[in-house]
């Protein structure tokens, strides 16, 4: 019998005599598996990047809003808040009002929320910090707003005035100190409608004692974990509709209730279906290019069996056993497709790396899908180099060492 | 002769070295069945050196596979040192091989990226005797094939002769029963073959069993017994 040692001699001996051979095989494994490892490796990045577009639209949320004035006040928030399964709420007034920084005026969405909201929409801050329920005249501005809308950027601590239409037809003019400007979330496929960036927020607070009411025009909640959204929206629903006084026949008739309620569920079926088909299409690519990689890979083991039929005649010739030259030849397609699996690896990581950077992906590395490609592609390496070396080492020596 | 009507008791004794009985060997090209053996009886007793002599395709190197277990006969009986060779499993053939017959190939057959002491060494990696130095008996080997001073030299850096003196070398490694020489010098010019023979005659005079195919009637000198073989007869049984 072979000794390990004995064996691993002989396979090293045989790896590096012929260079240019083992590099080949090597190459033709490191292909392989770059490439499942890139794929597999974009997949999980491209997928990383959908969950953290849903994530920056705002996490878990439920919206509700009213075309209906005077329905909803601090009863129905409350309510909300007491609701199992919220996490957090916050009242929303909205009006488009005309903002002047310096000598340019706009027309931009106002927003009056509560200190929640920070949470509740999952704001990030790009300077400053968001509203208090102590602030009175401070806006935080969208990024949009603040960089792009004026004719100067608008900073941190600069005044800007809006001019609001109140509910008797009155206009009024309030001067406000920004104290923050909110991340541009950088959403490009999870559109919701309550994007940051475009709007102005101010506390509501304040907004309503400039407007001269009492009431909110919707609700912007949370919901404390994404598999309760559904849930939650469903009990908020049914609360609000009894204490508006809807009827109870009519409480599964969204057109009999005098708002409308809306969570992230339906976002997420829409990217979730984008996701999915992505994720297909990244999944076959890596799947060709795994079975590309194992034709490479077998192909090559193939040819360098061949090439090594009478080596194996002679091997039997002087007594070695089947079991001899097999051990042989899986030590060596072993090495070779370890050497290779661990440089295709890097190659297929670096890759994913470098079409990350220039997409702007997150870089994910799914360990156990990288492995997954990993041991197979060398599996199959092994299973390449071992099939022939069977086939050869079964022949009668005489029939091998005919070979040229 | 011996082979056939030979009592097995004695067969089966220290002497006999080959018995072979009506060996039959056939070819299948395509529907034909081409013979090239018809029934061989051969008995190499121990200590022998035998030539056998024959025009190409006689059936010579056909017949040496068989001794040396690399080919199946068709029918026939080849055995070895008592053991029946189509009766015992693949590892036994594998042991028997590598422990009782020494092969010397016309091309060498050295692996090339070896160096020739490590080529000497190769079969006990697989085979090797309880209470052998292996590598001393390796070094020694080549002294003895006068190449120590190009243990370490690949076969491609040294000269036919050397590398058949190697394959020699690499043949005695396990004390085998039997040496089988395919045309050993047929790749040699006539001053090397000379050499080669001269390692043989040697052997020989030291005890070792050899079975030699050539073509060189010069060989007559050396050997105990020419077989000669035609057309996939013994000539002169």
Redesign the interface.
């Known amino acids: 019998?072979?000794?390990l040692k004995?064996s691993l001699g002989?396979s090293l001996?045989?790896i590096?005599?012929?260079k240019l051979r083992s590099a080949l095989t090597t190459l033709g494994i490191v292909i392989g598996v770059a490439a499942v490892i890139a794929n597999v490796t974009l997949g999980a990045s491209f997928n990383q990047y959908f969950t953290d577009e849903i994530g920056a639209v705002g996490s878990n949320f439920i919206v509700i809003y009213s075309q209906n004035t005077n329905i909803f006040y601090d009863n129905q928030l409350d309510l909300i808040r007491n609701t199992p399964g919220v996490a957090g709420a916050s009242p929303i007034n909205q009006q488009m009002a005309r903002v002047t920084y310096l000598s340019t005026s706009r027309q931009i969405d106002i927003q009056g929320v509560n200190e929640d909201y920070d949470e509740v929409a999952n704001i990030r801050m790009e300077s400053g910090e968001f509203l208090t329920d102590n602030d009175r005249y401070v806006a935080v501005l969208g990024a949009e707003v603040a960089n792009e809308k004026f004719d100067k950027k608008i900073s941190v601590k600069n005044p800007i005035e809006i001019t609001f239409r109140r509910e008797d037809g009155g206009v009024v003019t309030q001067k406000f100190i920004v104290k923050g400007v909110i991340q541009d979330p950088n959403t490009t496929f999870a559109q919701t409608g309550v994007e940051p960036e475009i709007r102005i927020f101010i506390p509501i607070e304040t907004m309503n004692e400039i407007l001269g009411i009492d009431y909110y025009g919707g609700f912007f909640i949370k919901a404390e974990s994404l598999e309760l959204v559904g849930t939650t929206g469903d009990e908020i629903d049914r609360r609000l509709a009894r204490s508006l006084g809807v009827p109870n026949r009519d409480l599964e008739n969204d057109d009999a209730k005098p708002y409308v309620l809306f969570d992230q569920l339906e976002i997420l079926e829409q990217t979730g279906q984008l996701s999915a088909a992505l994720t297909a299409l990244l999944t076959s690519v890596a799947l060709i290019s795994l079975i590309v990689g194992s034709i490479g890979i077998m192909n090559i083991m193939l040819v360098t069996v061949a090439e090594r039929t009478?080596?194996i005649g002679?091997?039997?010739?002087?007594?070695?056993?089947?079991?001899?030259i097999l051990t042989l030849f899986i030590i060596e397609s072993m090495i070779v497709g370890l050497i290779g699996g661990i440089l295709g690896v890097t190659l297929g990581v670096a890759a994913a790396l470098l079409v990350n950077s220039y997409l702007e992906l997150p870089n994910i590395f799914p360990a156990g899908q990288i492995a997954i490609g990993f041991v197979m592609a060398v599996g199959v390496g092994l299973v390449a180099g071992v099939y022939p070396a069977n086939k050869a080492a079964r022949m009668?020596?005489?029939?091998a060492?005919r070979k040229e | 002769m011996v082979g056939k009507d030979l009592d097995r008791s004695v067969a089966e004794g220290n002497d006999i070295v080959i018995d072979i009985c009506d060996l039959r060997k056939s070819y299948r090209l395509g529907d034909i069945e081409v013979p090239i053996l018809h029934g061989i009886d051969l008995c190499v007793k121990k200590g022998e050196f035998v030539a056998i002599m024959g025009p190409s395709g006689s059936g010579k190197s056909t017949l040496m596979n068989m001794i040396g277990c690399l080919d199946r006969p068709t029918s026939g009986k080849v055995v070895l040192m008592g053991k029946d060779t189509l009766a015992i499993s693949d590892n036994e053939l594998a042991e028997l091989r590598g422990f009782e017959i020494g092969f010397v190939f016309q091309s060498f057959n050295l692996i090339p990226r070896l160096s020739a002491y490590e080529n000497v060494l190769l079969p006990t990696y697989s085979n090797s005797r309880k209470g052998h130095n292996s590598p001393q008996r390796a070094k020694d080997l080549l002294k003895l094939v006068g190449l120590d001073d190009r243990m370490d030299h690949r076969p491609t850096e040294l000269s036919g002769g050397q590398r058949q003196r190697v394959a020699i070398a690499r043949s005695l490694i396990n004390e085998p029963s039997l040496i089988l020489a395919d045309e050993p010098t047929g790749n040699l010019d006539s001053k090397t073959s000379e050499e080669i023979l001269g390692i043989f005659s040697e052997l020989h005079r030291n005890g070792c069993t050899i079975v030699m195919i050539t073509h060189d009637p010069e060989m007559e000198k050396y050997v105990d017994r020419v077989v000669h073989i035609k057309d996939g007869y013994i000539k002169n049984n």
């Open positions: 019998m072979l000794s004995q002989i001996g045989s590096g005599s012929s009478r080596e002679l091997m039997k010739a002087l007594g070695f056993t089947k079991k001899d009668d020596p005489v029939e060492l």
